[in-house]
């Protein structure tokens, strides 16, 4: 006789207490991820405390960056901030457009999958990289080639002139910019490749049945198709090149002014952070860099918040 | 010229300016590497394996920076990893119509590109403040809080992949919730989150920001995880920007060791990836 002792109540009890563990457990690290952005906002805020209290809302309209006296302002690494970033927007979205396109649209299947790795590649490779071969290969190119041609090109214009004076360093804002420019490429050219195969088949071969150019489907069906997926993956792009430290670092020559020529050095948020801070003494020195840092993650919070809304809105649309 | 022929051209520029724009981008990474490969691979020698980071003027190696930066991304790995896959299958398997999983979620993607500079900052004032020095757990920590929300990210896309007939088949077997979780569904998506962990530690592995204000470097051979230590990515920073030139050599050849690391390790996670399914 084969006698099976089965306590099932038991086995449940057991199981259920298990399973409530479980969900509990994969529940708090979930939570400690939601608490991790608060954390990192109190700890900036607490560090930036100091600087705040002394020169208030000043603080974001003042040049100067004065060590010495104890004077700072953030007004310089912002506007260089924004200017490269802005650069990088201007050179890296038609570029990445560009190459979306080519890999959604025209390119032959064989090759599709070997580029887009080597784009993908191109988002592997550290920052710090980019860096040391900015400073090294590409400033020094930029110096010899198209900083001069700007300068003998655009140099004399009224208005525009401003933008390109001044002899060519090689390292500035431009080069940053560009360099920027670069490192975004594969951030935005991956979404904007995901988001253009989202678009139906029906609607692509509507167009062309009747009798539309490749280029007519891409600028008037698949891109107001996908417009919130690519302002979002350009948003995404713009949030990399604002808070982009090491890169930028290397070739923009870290000077605290603001100057109207894009060939001029300056610097940003995260290159004077990365400048500085250990070498910061004092601490209203310190807490104004800590400052720095909260100015940028508001920025950069606010940008990436837009990006992921975009993105989203585009993921309800195809999904309903 | 007739509307049809305007259209055709118009078509034409469109497309080979695309084209160009493909060429473009591949360009740069060719020239990236190719700069990498010219001026790394003269300095490259048994000697940066072997000896430590030397003062200017003198014959050295990268042993201890090497050494530090692989601690570094394996104890990052080792914390970091699991507090992603725990934190991703709360999103996956436990997320539906909750109102709280959507905001876990977007903040994860906020963190996911968040400047790695912030988490640096963050580090130094919670752990390099308090203790009053710099370390080398301040630096593998900043690095783990880069790698959760890479983990969390591919471990809920990895396990949104698995079928849902494998979760009832499996409950209807009288299998309860967690043990469906940990014995079929994280087989089932085993490979991705392999990838996933491999892309993180690609990630981690070249990034600088982040150590600057927590590991800081060290010159010397140190293993002692409460001290400075020194890792790849700060002295290739700190020897480029030196005025000398052995040290300038020595960061080109630090830069061709971590790059093909990084390729490597990329190139490998995508194979994986695209043998078992389509990732992110």
């Not at chain 2, 020897?239 to 690391?261: H, N």
Request: glycine fraction near 8%; charged fraction near 10%; include cysteine.
């Amino acid at each position: 006789m084969i006698h099976i002792d089965v306590n099932i109540a038991g086995w449940a009890r057991r199981h259920n207490f298990l399973d409530a563990l479980f969900r509990a457990g994969t529940a708090g690290f979930a939570i400690v991820v939601l608490l991790l952005l608060g954390a990192v906002l109190l700890a900036l805020v607490r560090g930036a405390w100091p600087a705040l209290a002394q020169f208030g809302a000043g603080f974001l309209v003042t040049e100067a960056w004065n060590p010495v006296k104890d004077r700072f302002g953030a007004l310089a690494p912002i506007y260089g901030t924004l200017t490269t970033a802005a650069i990088a927007m201007l050179v890296g979205v038609p570029i990445s457009f560009g190459i979306a396109v080519f890999l959604t649209e025209t390119c032959p299947p064989w090759l599709k999958r070997p580029l887009g790795i080597a784009i993908e590649l191109l988002a592997g490779i550290p920052s710090i990289i980019y860096g040391i071969w900015g400073l090294f290969i590409f400033a020094p190119f930029l110096q010899s080639t198209l900083q001069p041609f700007l300068i003998a090109t655009h140099g004399e214009l009224p208005w525009i002139g401003e933008l390109f004076a001044g002899p060519p360093f090689g390292i500035g804002v431009l080069t940053a910019g560009l360099v920027l420019a670069i490192m975004v490429l594969p951030f935005i050219t991956s979404i904007m490749r995901d988001v253009f195969e989202t678009v139906p088949p029906m609607l692509r071969e509507s167009a062309y049945g009747v009798g539309a150019t490749t280029w007519e489907v891409v600028w008037n069906v698949v891109l107001p198709y996908t417009r919130a997926g690519v302002v979002g993956g350009v948003m995404l792009g713009l949030g990399r090149a604002l808070g982009e430290t090491m890169a930028v670092t290397f070739v923009i020559g870290n000077a605290h002014r603001i100057s109207a020529s894009v060939l001029a050095p300056g610097t940003t948020i995260s290159a004077t952070l990365a400048n500085e801070f250990t070498e910061a003494i004092g601490e209203l020195y310190i807490s104004s860099l800590f400052a720095l840092g909260l100015i940028l993650f508001a920025i950069t919070f606010i940008v990436l918040a837009l990006a992921r809304l975009m993105l989203a809105r585009l993921k309800r649309q195809a999904g309903s | 010229m007739t509307l049809y022929a305007r259209r055709r051209i118009r078509n034409a520029i469109a497309l080979a300016l695309s084209g160009a724009a493909m060429v473009f981008g591949v360009a740069w990474l060719a020239a990236i590497l190719w700069a990498l490969l010219a001026n790394g691979v003269s300095a490259l020698s048994i000697a940066m394996f072997t000896q430590m980071t030397p003062p200017p003027g003198s014959a050295g190696g990268l042993l201890n920076a090497i050494y530090g930066s692989a601690v570094m991304t394996v104890i990052a790995t080792l914390i970091g990893a699991p507090v992603g896959v725990f934190a991703g299958t709360y999103l996956a398997e436990y997320g539906e119509g909750s109102r709280l999983v959507p905001v876990i979620r977007f903040v994860n993607d906020i963190l996911l590109s968040a400047p790695s500079i912030i988490v640096g900052l963050f580090v130094y004032e919670i752990m390099v403040v308090q203790v009053g020095h710099f370390s080398a757990w301040a630096g593998a920590t900043a690095l783990a809080l880069i790698v959760i929300p890479v983990v969390v990210r591919t471990t809920e896309d990895m396990l949104r992949l698995v079928p849902n007939s494998l979760r009832e088949a499996t409950a209807a077997l009288g299998t309860p919730r967690w043990k469906i979780v940990t014995h079929v569904l994280y087989r089932a998506a085993l490979q991705g989150m392999v990838t996933g962990a491999m892309l993180a530690v690609a990630r981690i592995s070249g990034e600088t920001a982040p150590l600057l204000f927590t590991a800081l470097n060290n010159q010397f051979w140190s293993t002692d995880l409460d001290a400075p230590m020194a890792n790849l990515p700060v002295v290739i920073f700190q020897f480029a920007l030196s005025p000398y030139e052995d040290w300038q050599k020595l960061a080109w050849s630090g830069a061709l060791l971590i790059t093909f690391v990084i390729l490597i390790l990329n190139v490998v996670a995508r194979a994986l990836a695209s043998r078992s399914k389509k990732l992110v």
